[in-house]
């Protein structure tokens, strides 16, 4: 499977970014997918998740904030991040997960190459 993410930029706090991670090389509609992030310094950390089935996890920080969501037909799982704060600030990867999707990065088969998400204060 190979992860193809976009949508990272700059923005200011309090405001939104779509990032957006397009799977090839096996059908879609059969993994759990995720959304990951790396801050300078810090380690890999869980943002969301999306089963195959539609079923979503979040992480504490970003509940009410961020919503994940997938398009089979477009092989795309796409996050939606609203009133962004600086301490979203990161590397965001997306990652598949051939036996479902969960909060734990190693279960996760395939990563992308990710996407750098910079919130200004």
């Known amino acids: 499977v190979q992860l193809q993410a976009s949508g990272g930029g700059l923005v200011q706090a309090g405001g939104s970014l779509r990032l957006s991670c397009a799977a090839s090389?096996?059908?879609?509609?059969?993994?759990?997918m995720g959304w990951f992030r790396q801050a300078p310094g810090k380690e890999r950390e869980f943002v969301a998740a999306?089963?195959?089935?539609?079923?979503?996890y979040y992480a504490d920080s970003v509940k009410g904030r961020f919503t994940i969501s997938r398009d089979n037909a477009k092989n795309t799982v796409y996050l939606q991040m609203n009133s962004l704060k600086p301490e979203d600030t990161a590397v965001y990867y997306c990652?598949?997960?051939?036996?479902?999707?969960?909060?734990?990065?190693?279960?996760?088969?395939?990563w992308g190459q990710g996407t750098l998400v910079t919130v200004s204060s």
């Open positions: 999306i089963t195959w089935r539609g079923g979503r």
């Open positions: 090389g096996r059908t879609f509609s059969d993994l759990g």
């Open positions: 990652a598949a997960d051939a036996g479902g999707a969960s909060t734990y990065g190693p279960s996760y088969d395939y």
